[in-house]
Structures are given as structure tokens and as C-alpha cells.
């Protein structure tokens, strides 16, 4: 029997909700790693048993933790649970003062980076993974995340030029294409967009087209506040981008991008993700502004394309309209594969939301979580 499981990563912890696939009674496990924060959770493709976890606190500093079975047991990459001033080497540790992150590559000179802020498993090997961190820079792992090496080249895309916005400098975002895994997309607060077409050998700015009037010049290559990209697993050239204002869309790979905000009461948000079923079917959830991260009038709304892009149509049946004040963050939405696509995302206010007829109506999974971080969703045969 097919079925879903979705991985929620809170403010204090982690939940697994697992459904068949008709997604109408989950079950509910958690809170995994209790009081620490989990930015972000994502099952591999290739063994529907492996997560990988972004595990922090501002006393212990990063963790990544996998679990092998699904969710029901977890352990260290490194086999070994944060201790006071250890450095185990070649991974992501705790080691100095409280909340100091370093990354040891052998040197003398460890580098400082603050979190891993996205995980992104490889789409033909279990065991390998990419993690974005903030300050912006990508690493790899092609054992399980037991130890880590730093893809630098990204860096020397203009690094110096890049800035942090409101929420830190970050890569948020990695989009690996299924066509060719050597070809990689990542989104950088505040930068923009960057490729590479050699597995991270090099890598180019790719933000053409988009426009930041709060930059000197509104029209750079480089400095743009990209909240999220997506796209369509058929469709990898075609991209889809939740600006700090603006939903862009490029259909050369980045190349080029244009605007497609249309009729959107406001196009600020941070999340947008794609139908896996219909690759013209894109989702936002606008919010008020960048000062105020809310929905507008209260109402919490998502907001769908099926012309990828410019049209758009509020789906409302289900959420809540009236005095809701939380915000849906950039990696708090997902779909699944399934027949029905089901569309999902979990909200400030610590709700998680599932549609299983690609929004056209929706249910709460849960109420009450700590503030949702993310949320990712394995499709289970």
C-alpha cells in the first residue's frame, strides 16, 4: 500500500506524520530531538529509510543526525553525541564558545559558519549529500554524512559581492537536476541564483532579469534576495522563483528570468513549490510585506497557477480566514508524487496543512507544534 510521510522540522524538534495515500488519518511521532532547533529534514529518493537531519542549538552548535529506519532511531553522522570542546574532525561540530560552529578541513584554521540551513540528498546514491550553510557556502558528503568537504568554487562566484538579508546569508535552497546530476542550482540570501554544470567544479551567477530597487543597482547580477526556487522534475530548465517581492520564472536554466506575479494581491512571500503531476502548476503563499510577515486581512491563503505563472486563483477551503497571523517559511512546503498530488505546509503558528486534491481543498494534520521550520514529504510504495 502506498503512502506519505512527512517530515516536520519545528523550532524544538522534529515530527514524522506518516498517512496511507489517501491522507486523511496520520499518525503523529515526536518530538525527535526535543528542544533543538531543526531547520531542516529531508528524506533520500533512492532508500525511502534514509533522512538526514540539520540539528542546532546555541549551546551545542550543529549536528547532523541520519536515521536508516524511517525515523524510528536516530544517531550522530559521526557516531557520537555533541561533547563539550570535542573536534572529531571533518564534520560539523560544536567546539569553543557556546553556539560557535567550525568546520575542520585539516588546517590550522578552522572555518566559522553559524548552521546548516538545507540538506539535499543526491537523487542516485543514498549516501551522498549536499548541505547549504550559512555564511553561504555548500558542502558534500558521499558517506552518509560522516564527513564533509566544502565545494569552494561557489565562493569565488563574486563571494565578496554577496550580502546578508533580514534572516542571515545563506544557501537555502539546492535543486539538483534529475537529467544530469552534474548540473546543481542553489539560492543565496542575499546574492541570488548560481549554477553549476560540473558537479560544483565552477559555478555562475544566473539572476538576469531580475530587478532589487533596494539595491544601488537595481538591475546587478549579483545581491538579489532570492527567498526560493523550484521546478518541475520534466522540466528542469524551467524554473520558478519566490523573490522578496517578485515570482520570476526562467525558462533557460536561469539564464534569463521574467516576472509572472500577475494578479497576486501581493507577490511577497517566502516558499514556492510545483505540481508533481502538472509542471505549469506552481504555489505561493503571499504575505503582506517584508515588514509584515503575515497574510493579508488575517485570511491564510495559497495561491495557485496552473499557466505557470501571471494567472493565479486563491485556495481558501480549509484555512483559516479570519484573525490568522503566522507566516509560512521558505522551506515549509512541499508535494508529494502521488497519483492525487498532494500539496503540504506548516505555518509560524505550528499547524501543518495537507491537500490531497492539489489544493483545492485542505485539512490540518496536526495544531500546536512549535513554529514549523520545514517541511518535506517522502512518497512510500
Given at each position: 500500500?502506498?503512502?506519505?510521510?512527512?517530515?516536520?522540522?519545528?523550532?524544538?524538534g522534529?515530527f514524522?506524520?506518516?498517512?496511507?495515500?489517501?491522507?486523511?488519518?496520520?499518525?503523529?511521532?515526536?518530538?525527535?530531538?526535543?528542544?533543538?532547533?531543526?531547520?531542516?529534514?529531508?528524506?533520500?529518493?533512492?532508500?525511502?529509510?534514509?533522512?538526514?537531519?540539520?540539528?542546532?542549538s546555541?549551546?551545542?552548535?550543529?549536528?547532523?543526525?541520519?536515521?536508516?529506519?524511517?525515523?524510528?532511531?536516530?544517531?550522530p553522522?559521526?557516531?557520537?553525541?555533541?561533547?563539550?570542546?570535542?573536534?572529531?574532525?571533518?564534520?560539523?561540530?560544536?567546539?569553543?564558545?557556546?553556539?560557535?560552529?567550525?568546520?575542520?578541513?585539516?588546517?590550522?584554521?578552522?572555518?566559522?559558519?553559524?548552521?546548516?540551513?538545507h540538506?539535499?540528498?543526491?537523487?542516485?546514491?543514498?549516501?551522498?549529500?549536499?548541505?547549504?550553510?550559512?555564511?553561504?557556502?555548500i558542502?558534500?558528503?558521499?558517506?552518509?554524512?560522516?564527513?564533509?568537504?566544502?565545494?569552494?568554487?561557489?565562493?569565488?562566484?563574486?563571494?565578496?559581492?554577496?550580502?546578508?538579508?533580514?534572516?542571515?546569508m545563506?544557501?537555502?535552497?539546492?535543486?539538483?537536476?534529475?537529467?544530469?546530476?552534474?548540473?546543481?542550482?542553489?539560492?543565496?540570501?542575499?546574492?541570488?541564483?548560481?549554477?553549476?554544470?560540473?558537479?560544483?567544479?565552477?559555478?555562475?551567477?544566473?539572476?538576469?532579469?531580475?530587478?532589487?530597487?533596494f539595491?544601488?543597482?537595481?538591475?546587478?547580477?549579483?545581491?538579489?534576495?532570492?527567498?526560493?526556487?523550484?521546478?518541475?522534475?520534466?522540466?528542469?530548465?524551467?524554473?520558478?522563483?519566490?523573490?522578496?517581492?517578485?515570482?520570476?520564472?526562467?525558462d533557460d536554466?536561469?539564464?534569463?528570468?521574467?516576472e509572472?506575479?500577475?494578479?497576486?494581491?501581493?507577490?511577497?512571500?517566502?516558499?514556492?513549490?510545483?505540481?508533481?503531476?502538472?509542471p505549469?502548476?506552481?504555489?505561493?503563499?503571499?504575505?503582506?510585506?517584508?515588514?509584515?510577515?503575515?497574510?493579508?486581512?488575517?485570511?491564510?491563503?495559497?495561491w495557485?497557477?496552473?499557466?505557470?505563472?501571471?494567472?493565479?486563483?486563491?485556495?481558501?477551503?480549509?484555512?483559516?480566514?479570519?484573525?490568522?497571523?503566522?507566516?509560512?517559511?521558505?522551506?515549509?512546503?512541499?508535494?508529494?508524487?502521488?497519483?492525487?498530488?498532494?500539496?503540504?505546509?506548516?505555518?509560524?503558528?505550528?499547524?501543518?496543512?495537507?491537500?490531497?486534491d492539489?489544493g483545492?481543498?485542505?485539512?490540518?494534520?496536526?495544531?500546536?507544534?512549535?513554529?514549523?521550520?520545514?517541511?518535506?514529504?517522502?512518497t512510500?510504495?
Amino acid at each position: 500500500m502506498s503512502g506519505v510521510r512527512v517530515l516536520v522540522g519545528t523550532k524544538k524538534g522534529a515530527f514524522v506524520l506518516t498517512s496511507d495515500e489517501k491522507r486523511e488519518k496520520w499518525d503523529v511521532s515526536g518530538p525527535h530531538f526535543a528542544g533543538w532547533e531543526v531547520y531542516h529534514m529531508k528524506g533520500s529518493p533512492v532508500d525511502p529509510n534514509r533522512i538526514y537531519v540539520s540539528q542546532s542549538s546555541g549551546w551545542f552548535g550543529q549536528l547532523i543526525q541520519r536515521s536508516d529506519d524511517g525515523g524510528k532511531t536516530w544517531h550522530p553522522t559521526n557516531g557520537k553525541e555533541p561533547k563539550w570542546g570535542e573536534t572529531p574532525g571533518n564534520a560539523f561540530v560544536y567546539e569553543g564558545d557556546p553556539g560557535t560552529h567550525m568546520w575542520y578541513d585539516g588546517t590550522q584554521h578552522p572555518w566559522e559558519f553559524k548552521r546548516v540551513w538545507h540538506l539535499e540528498p543526491s537523487l542516485s546514491d543514498a549516501d551522498t549529500v549536499y548541505a547549504g550553510v550559512e555564511d553561504a557556502a555548500i558542502f558534500k558528503s558521499t558517506d552518509g554524512g560522516v564527513s564533509w568537504k566544502e565545494l569552494p568554487a561557489l565562493r569565488d562566484a563574486d563571494g565578496h559581492r554577496w550580502m546578508p538579508g533580514a534572516g542571515g546569508m545563506a544557501v537555502h535552497t539546492i535543486l539538483i537536476d534529475p537529467t544530469n546530476e552534474h548540473r546543481m542550482f542553489v539560492a543565496i540570501s542575499a546574492a541570488g541564483v548560481f549554477r553549476t554544470d560540473d558537479g560544483g567544479a565552477t559555478w555562475k551567477p544566473t539572476n538576469k532579469g531580475l530587478t532589487s530597487q533596494f539595491m544601488p543597482d537595481p538591475n546587478a547580477e549579483i545581491g538579489h534576495c532570492v527567498h526560493r526556487i523550484a521546478f518541475h522534475p520534466s522540466k528542469p530548465s524551467t524554473l520558478f522563483m519566490q523573490k522578496h517581492w517578485d515570482i520570476m520564472r526562467s525558462d533557460d536554466s536561469g539564464e534569463s528570468w521574467t516576472e509572472v506575479s500577475g494578479n497576486l494581491p501581493t507577490d511577497f512571500g517566502f516558499p514556492i513549490d510545483v505540481n508533481a503531476n502538472e509542471p505549469e502548476t506552481i504555489y505561493v503563499v503571499p504575505i503582506k510585506s517584508d515588514s509584515e510577515h503575515f497574510p493579508i486581512d488575517g485570511k491564510l491563503q495559497v495561491w495557485r497557477s496552473k499557466t505557470g505563472g501571471n494567472e493565479w486563483e486563491a485556495l481558501t477551503n480549509g484555512l483559516p480566514q479570519k484573525d490568522c497571523y503566522v507566516n509560512v517559511l521558505r522551506d515549509a512546503m512541499c508535494v508529494d508524487t502521488l497519483p492525487s498530488c498532494g500539496i503540504y505546509f506548516g505555518t509560524t503558528g505550528g499547524a501543518v496543512y495537507c491537500s490531497a486534491d492539489s489544493g483545492d481543498t485542505w485539512n490540518a494534520i496536526v495544531h500546536d507544534l512549535p513554529a514549523v521550520y520545514s517541511v518535506e514529504v517522502q512518497t512510500l510504495a
